[in-house]
């Protein structure tokens, strides 16, 4: 069958938009194919600096004819109906629609729309053109004096389909004066000459022997493997980094791996500050001494060129840039080296964090107050949390991480270090900012948790005091990433803790001021929003999202450690035989229960009475249930919640029982309160571990 090439040429496109760029020209064509009727057998898209490219394979010669029956009104509707009908239909007269019949429906008018199949090359050329304007880029350009809009001046457009046996054919469009053909062009450097192609399997070595990989993977397997092996000669290894290595294959069409060195005197600046400074400003790779662990004075850079003198001209603007920026780390570092960390403090005041939150020198302040409350509660020592968020912060106005944001906390640490600071204090400065990702560590030495803990819940408790809450996918300022990190802070360290204790101390340290009323609700709104995220935190764990609803329902579920415990007991325990049975009957009480509780208009209430039992199969259940309840409440407050599950699978057989012999709704008013009563035990008894009404199945 036959194939597509289409070629897109342009001056070069950011690296960071081609990825991205390449899948949306596959979506575009191959939908607007499937939605002339033109199925393909696979598709794939590639990017260069100055190309977008896409091989549709299998694509067919035609679209097939269709016959579609569109049914219409009834005959002798309104005029209305008919006319919309006929509009819709594309008829331009009733009398072009046939009449049927249906015994039930009585006669209806139908349009038989017959469209017969076209050849794909007239289809494609069709929605060609309108695809490329409309393009989604996310920046575009204007030149010339054209109206179309594009990443970059657009150059050329090779668009061929064809049989493999054949000769293919142009697809004939034109996009704002560029015509489509089937020829392009090399390297803008290394062959820069024009060339013809017909289809994908001629097309793709051409541009290789023209010095052009199309395939921006392979570009990247490229830069990695000469890299690691540059660095192996050298003795030493590569440092990974694969967002530079993403990005650097976004920068070249013909990757070619340099190294270059700069001065070791250099190497005194801390090892960040280098990788950092080289990759940003020359979007190069550092190298390592693997037994040490510590940065050589090399660095691998990838060229677009095969340059005649081996590259040396290359090396050595690359290696100038480097000094001279390297030289400007240094004197940020020794800079900052001569003010201590205190002293930044004051500068803190001029910092606004939030309008409505007060500035940088006044979140500090909240931090301290909280972080000194946390303290004792995850076994850090009060002063140490104390020193450790007064100094959080203060790193954001040294010279360093104006320059480099990226570095905060960690220009902060190592500040702390050379200035004779507490280790604790020095590691808290760092780790209060994690974790950042789902991949990032926690903090583990009790002064950083107790700093993490109190900026996390600092934020959150600021920003729900002000109602600036997270809404659908908006999150301008990571308040789920703070809850999630929370989360994994009080589960990963085993932290016994009140999280409504801990928000209600940050509330109070707050710049608002509310009434008891409004700061319980707020707290309870704060809770159900870590309910959500430790649900997305234990769904991607494993654990069913239903069986943390059953856990929270119970109210008061504000040990999160503890509600991971009672959830993991309650996924075992429905997972076995006893547990699904139990919680089949109970929803059977449950639903018998609101249906009466509906009729009545008030729910069911009481003990039930033992001189109205009639059945043995009451009075077991209620015995049953007496044991079970005593039982799972005294394994609850021991915390022993597979215990708790233990003593409620003993009313599987008692209650499975009396719904086999006993009628609850007994002609008797009085014994069927009483049963009525029953039910609402076992209620009772199971919520003693969850509400097995929010559990699934």
Known sequence: MPDLLLELFSEEIPARMQRRAAEDLKSLVTNALV????????????????????????????????????????????????????????????????????PKKGEFYVAVIEKPGRQAIDIMSEFMPGLIKGFPWPKSMRWGTGSMRWVRPLHSIVATFGPETEEPDVVPFEVEGVTAGQTTRGHRFLADEAFEVRRFDDYAPKLEKHKVVIDADRRKDMILHDARDRALALGLELVDDPGLLEEVAGLVEWPVVLTGTFDEAFLEIPDECIQLTIRVNQKCFVLRDAKTGKLANRFVLTSNLEASDGGKTIVAGNEKVIRARLSDARFFWETDLKTKLADNLPKLDSIVFHEKLGTQGERVNRLE?????????????????????????????????????????????????????????????????????????????????????????????????????????KDPFALRRAALGVVRIILENGLRVSLRDLLRSALSVSKAVFDRATTDAVLDDLLSFFADRLKVHLKDEGARHDLIDAVFALGGQDDLLMVVKRVEALGKFVASDDGANLAAGYKRAVNILRAEEKKGGAPVTGRPHADHFKEQAEIDLAAAIDTARAEAEAAVKDENFEGAMEALSKLRAPVDTFFEDILVNDEDPDIRMNRLRLLSEIRDATHVVADFSKVAG
């Open 369 to 473: 107050a909280l972080s000194a409350e946390i303290a004792p509660l995850v076994g850090a020592d009060v002063g140490k949390a104390r020193r450790a968020a007064q100094l959080a912060k203060a790193d954001l106005v040294s010279a360093m991480v104006y320059e480099f944001p990226e570095l905060q906390g960690l220009m902060g640490k190592t500040y702390a270090e050379k200035q004779g600071e507490d280790a604790s204090v020095a590691i808290a400065i760092e780790d209060h900012y994690r974790p950042q990702g789902p991949s990032d560590s926690v903090p583990t030495d009790p002064v950083a948790i107790a700093v993490a803990l109190a900026d996390k819940l600092d934020l959150l408790a600021g920003f729900w005091a002000i109602d600036e809450k997270p809404t659908g996918s």
């Open 35 to 102: 939605d002339a009727g033109l199925p393909y057998e696979g598709a794939k898209g590639f990017a260069t600096p100055r190309r977008l490219v896409l091989h549709v394979a299998g694509v067919p010669a035609a679209s097939a004819a269709t016959r579609e029956e569109r049914k219409g009104p009834r005959v002798g509707s309104p005029d209305k109906a008919v006319e919309g009908f006929l509009r819709g239909a594309g008829l331009s007269s009733i009398d072009e629609a046939t009449i049927q019949s249906d």
